[in-house]
């Protein structure tokens, strides 16, 4: 799958200027989109990790940081909202959508795009592994060791070691008693 990588890390670093920052052992393909969102916004992305095809990471003035040896597979967004925070030796499959960030929609009388928005944050530690087409939801942590199955949407932080699957995602069993 990762094949067509390039190693060119300091070329992308000067290609996005806004807050990119991955270790020269980072492996980022052409079509990766990655913007700080200014603000003091900033994308972090530690040793021997990868970033695919047409991942798109988009800060919007917060943190995104990846740790190290953890793959983002082809066309996962990244959106970072109240900021995201992956780490070591996590796999996310291909089409996951992260987003630490909800629309204000309290008030009917007003358009939902003039609320405002909520953010609050996403935390995977390490050791997960997310199945394609995944969704992950503001608030969420996705617990060291868990699974989640392709096509789930976490809507709520999962046990370290489970087995999550289904929208939204429930445990279905824990890789340790
Ligand atoms: C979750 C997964 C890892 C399987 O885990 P598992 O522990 O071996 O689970 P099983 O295959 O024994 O399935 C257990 C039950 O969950 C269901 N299930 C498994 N995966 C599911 C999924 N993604 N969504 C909904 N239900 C799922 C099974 O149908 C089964 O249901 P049943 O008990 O009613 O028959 C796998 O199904 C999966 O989703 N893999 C992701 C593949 C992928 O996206 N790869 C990309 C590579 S990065």
């Not at 900033?42 to 988009?58: K, T």
């Amino acid at each position: 799958m990762f094949s067509h990588l390039i190693k060119n890390s300091i070329k992308r670093t000067q290609m996005h200027p806004f807050g990119f920052r991955a270790d020269s052992t980072t492996s980022i393909a052409w079509s990766v989109s990655a913007d700080g969102g200014g603000q003091g916004g900033r994308i972090v992305v530690g040793a021997h990790s990868a970033l695919d095809a047409g991942v798109i990471l988009r800060a919007n003035g917060n943190t995104i940081s990846i740790g190290r040896n953890s793959t983002i597979n082809p066309y996962c967004m990244i959106h970072g909202g109240g900021g995201i925070t992956i780490g070591d030796g996590v796999r996310i499959g291909p089409h996951t959508v992260i987003t630490a960030a909800n629309h204000i929609f309290d008030d009917p009388s007003k358009p939902i795009y003039l609320q405002g928005e909520s953010e609050k944050g996403i935390v995977i530690e390490n050791d997960v592994w997310i199945g394609s087409g995944a969704g992950i939801l503001d608030g969420v942590v996705v617990a060291t060791g868990t699974v989640v199955g392709a096509g789930a949407v976490v809507t709520k932080s999962t046990p370290a070691y489970s087995v999550v699957v289904g929208v939204p995602a429930k445990v279905i069993k824990m890789r340790i008693q």
